[in-house]
Nanobody, 115 residues
């Protein structure tokens, strides 16, 4: 069992930046691919960014060039740096740890982009 705790969400003006963090409670963090997802009420959860165990990254087209995912295996932490935020980025953001056989979700952190 892996527990994930996200932090760093909040209210930011359009054009602003936030950095989300997700800390995992596991001794084998490095074996998990990590991802950030987001979901608005009534909508499906969508993938935002993903980083493999080897550091390969993938992004949704809507965030390419604005968001950056990274990981620090020594700190059991994955980050999502979000720049040039837009109102349409407003959502609850979730962290996910993925192995070959299992997936674990965090509880989510709210990001609101509004003036």
């Amino acid at each position: 069992q892996v527990t994930l705790v996200e932090s760093g969400g909040g209210l930011v003006q359009p054009g602003g930046s936030l950095r989300l963090s997700c800390v995992a409670s596991t001794r084998i963090f490095s074996i998990y691919a990590m991802g950030w997802y987001r979901q608005a009420p009534g909508n499906q959860r969508e993938s935002v960014a993903r980083i493999s165990t080897g550091g390969t990254t993938n992004y949704a087209d809507s965030v390419k060039g604005r968001f950056t995912i990274s990981r620090d295996n020594a700190k059991n932490t994955v980050y999502l740096q979000m720049n040039s935020l837009k109102p349409e980025d407003t959502d609850v953001y979730y962290c996910k740890a993925e192995s070959v056989t299992q997936g674990y979700w965090g509880q989510g952190t709210q990001v609101t982009v509004s003036s």
